[in-house]
Nanobody
């Protein structure tokens, strides 16, 4: 059983900063990649940023230069540091991890429960 638990969401004013954390736990052999996605009301879930176990990152164009994804492989954690937040960043943010449960086995995608980020004055 694998579990992803996010923390750090909340209310922040436009231009402010907020950091999210996600911890993966359970019967994990290896984590191939971790990332953050978000879903605003009435919209589809979209990619925010991803990071591989080798540190290769990928960002949505809308957050480049404002958000930074980081990972602690030893702790199975991923972070999202968000700066210069805009009202359009308001969404539920979900942690995602691509996890291998055994050596040589297939990888599976797991999701956290989501954490609300609201950017408003």
């Amino acid at each position: 059983q694998v579990q992803l638990v996010e923390s750090g969401g909340g209310l922040v004013q436009p231009g402010g900063s907020l950091s999210l954390s996600c911890a993966a736990s359970g019967s994990i052999f290896s984590i191939i990649a971790m990332g953050w996605y978000r879903q605003a009301p009435g919209k589809q879930r979209e990619l925010v940023a991803t990071i591989t176990n080798g540190g290769i990152t990928n960002y949505a164009d809308s957050v480049k230069g404002r958000f930074t994804i980081a990972r602690d492989n030893a702790k199975n954690m991923v972070y999202l540091h968000m700066n210069s937040l805009k009202p359009e960043d308001t969404a539920v943010y979900y942690c995602n991890a691509l996890i291998r449960l055994r050596n040589g086995g297939p990888s599976y995608s797991y999701w956290g429960q989501g954490t609300q980020v609201t950017v408003s004055s």
